[in-house]
Structures are given as C-alpha cells and as structure tokens.
T-cell receptor, first 115, second 112 residues
Framework: DAGVIQSPRHEVTEMGQEVTLRCKPI?????LFWYRQTMMRGLELLIY????????DSGMPEDRFSAKMPNASFSTLKIQPSEPRDSAVYFC?????????????FGPGTRLTVT | EDQVTQSPEALRLQEGESSSLNCSYT??????LFWYRQDPGKGPEFLFT???AGEEKEKERLKATLTKKESFLHITAPKPEDSATYLC?????????????FGKGTKLSVIP
C-alpha cells in the first residue's frame, strides 16, 4: 500500500516567486495535515483538513500561505510570494479517525529553499 | 496551550548501552501520546500510541511507557541502526481535535 506521496521532493526558487507543494494522502484516510519543520522551531502544524474541509488554519504564518483540498486524494499548499524565511521542510501527513486511532502517517517531505 | 518538552536534546550511547528518553507534557485532557522516529532527510515514522497512564508498548529494542505527566522511551541494548531523532507528540481529547503537538525531539547516536 502506498504511503503519503509528496511532490516535488526539492524546490529551489527565488524570492517573490509562487511555490506550490502537492500531497496525496493514504487512500481511505479522512484527515490531512500540513507541517513545517525547521531546526529552530521543530515541527509546526500549519493547517489540517477533515473530510476535505479546513478545520484549523491558525498555524498558517500569514496570508501568503494558502492550502486547498479539492478532493479526498489531493491537497496543495501554496506560498505566494515566497520569502527566504519560508525555507524549511514541509511535510504532509494523513490519518483516519474512523478506527478510533489517530496516528498520523507522514510523507517524505518537500525541502524548500528560497534564495 | 498544549506543550511537549523532550530531554535530553541529544544522547550519545555506546552500542549495547541501554538508556531512556523523556517526554514531559501538559495537555487539557489526553487522547493519545505518540512516539515517532525520524531519520535524516525523511519524514517521521510512527512507532507507538499510548492512551492511558500505566500503559506500555514494545517494539524490538524499544519500550514506551506513560504516566500522567510524562512518557519514557526505553532503549535496550541499542544498535547503530537505532540512531535517529525520536519525536514525542500529544493529542488532546475533544470533538474534532485531531492535531498533534510535537516536542523538538531527542537526537540519538549509537556508536559501534
């Protein structure tokens, strides 16, 4: 069974450019989470969706960040315009609340570098 | 606000030297405490979920335990392949509350 899939794995862009990160959750999972990981701050939750609906976006740093989940098998995180301080590893994770267990399964991450 | 503190930040062990990692937490009602392993350049890998004080879970050389204020990850006779960063996270109880709050992790190095 395929795990969480993220693309691209690496992204290098210039300040001011738009960046779009993509995620395909595990089939059958109904919750999806976007995290950002840096050395200074560790893993931070940006936003999460339940049944394709955004539930909590309080972790999104500012209006430059936006996320969508148009269907149960796809989500995007967009940064426009990008800034050097956005450089980090971005993880997508999914979980299922149906079984009464809530562990999240993470993708391999996208390493974003903004120059 | 939920908080998770892990200690030590880094731990260096000789192969076969058993030790424990600590995870202290504060949460308004615990639904679950989670342990993950993260290798460099990879996403966190799920290890265990603990739900109530007194619960224990084991996997190979790892054993996780839980009290009302902290969790320990015991590593027995570690091998170099156990080297990784170990992350602890809590999930608060409450309807629709599915997010995890993570600690900053303990970086474990096992020297042959």
């Amino acid at each position: 069974d395929a795990g969480v899939i993220q693309s691209p794995r690496h992204e290098v862009t210039e300040m001011g450019q738009e960046v779009t990160l993509r995620c395909k959750p595990i089939s059958g999972h109904n919750s999806l989470f976007w995290y950002r990981q840096t050395m200074m701050r560790g893993l931070e939750l940006l936003i999460y969706f339940n049944n394709n609906v955004p539930i909590d976006d309080s972790g999104m740093p500012e209006d430059r960040f936006s996320a969508k989940m148009p269907n149960a098998s796809f989500s995007t995180l967009k940064i426009q315009p990008s800034e050097p301080r956005d450089s980090a590893v971005y993880f997508c994770a999914s979980s299922s609340s149906y079984r009464g267990t809530y562990e999240q399964y993470f993708g391999p991450g996208t390493r974003l570098t903004v120059t | 606000e939920d908080q998770v503190t892990q200690s030590p930040e880094a731990l260096r062990l000789q192969e076969g030297e058993s030790s424990s990692l600590n995870c202290s937490y504060t949460v308004s009602g615990l639904r679950g405490l989670f342990w993950y392993r993260q290798d460099p350049g990879k996403g966190p890998e799920f290890l265990f979920t603990l739900y109530s004080a007194g619960e224990e879970k084991e996997k190979e050389r790892l054993k996780a335990t839980l009290t009302k204020k902290e969790s320990f990850l015991h590593i027995t006779a570690p091998k170099p392949e156990d080297s990784a960063t170990y992350l602890c996270a809590v999930q608060a109880s409450g309807a629709g509350s599915y997010q995890l709050t993570f600690g900053k992790g303990t970086k474990l190095s096992v020297i042959p």
